[in-house]
């Protein structure tokens, strides 16, 4: 009996992860430094470029149980490449958008990492033409095979950049990433 590979099926559904991150409301490095050390403003002055105050770094912890990642257990999962990556924010009810308000258009540029096992990888960018005040379409960094970041026990999801302005408010906004999944093909056999 001869056995030839099975193509591997078109439609394989996608994983897609969607995470709310917080980058906190901008409270002043120097102020902050001042308060946690004590630090005399005239040593802050000299030693912290006002430039630092625009830098954000948001992160969460995710398990890899999460029931979204559940397909990634099969045992003829080979990869997993990101297909897609956006960030978005929805208007809170009630809230006008004026000045101050905190939207995705108060952002430069940023970078998004997945760590896990030691290992810390950039799998997506953007830079101000990507920007819009609700949605950040993020341009993804190669196809690296993310399937031993996303089967870890713990892995971590990062985004951290810079701003245009300083936040008054917390700024809260949702990270979709959408992952394509290969699969090796299952042996079929000839009649």
């Not at 995470?19 to 630090?39: D, K, M, P, Q, Y």
């Not at 802050?44 to 969460?60: A, K, Q, S, V």
């Not at 990507?130 to 892995?155: A, T, V």
Request: net charge positive; proline share 9%; glycine share 8%.
């Amino acid at each position: 009996m001869k056995t030839i590979p099975a193509p591997v099926p078109a439609a394989v559904p996608p994983v897609v992860l969607g995470v709310t991150l917080t980058i906190a409301h901008h409270e002043g490095l120097r102020r902050s430094l001042r308060t946690a050390f004590g630090l005399s403003t005239r040593a802050i002055n000299l030693r912290i470029d006002p430039g630092m105050d625009l830098i954000f770094l948001c992160e969460t912890t995710l398990p890899g149980t999460l029931p979204c990642l559940a397909s990634l257990t099969h045992p003829g999962v080979t990869a997993v490449t990101l297909r897609e990556a956006y960030l978005t924010w929805d208007q809170p009810a009630g809230q006008a958008i004026g000045r101050g308000t905190p939207t995705l258009g108060a952002l430069e540029s940023g970078s998004c990492f997945l760590t896990a096992n030691s290992r810390k990888i950039p799998i997506a960018t953007f830079g101000p033409h990507n920007i819009h005040s609700s949605r950040i379409n993020m341009e993804l960094q190669g196809q690296p095979n993310l399937l031993e970041f996303l089967r870890s026990e713990w892995f971590t999801l990062e985004i951290s950049g810079t701003n245009r302005r300083r936040l008054t408010r917390p700024l809260a906004f949702q990270a979709n990433l959408q992952f394509e999944i290969q699969m090796v093909p299952a042996p079929v056999a000839a009649a």
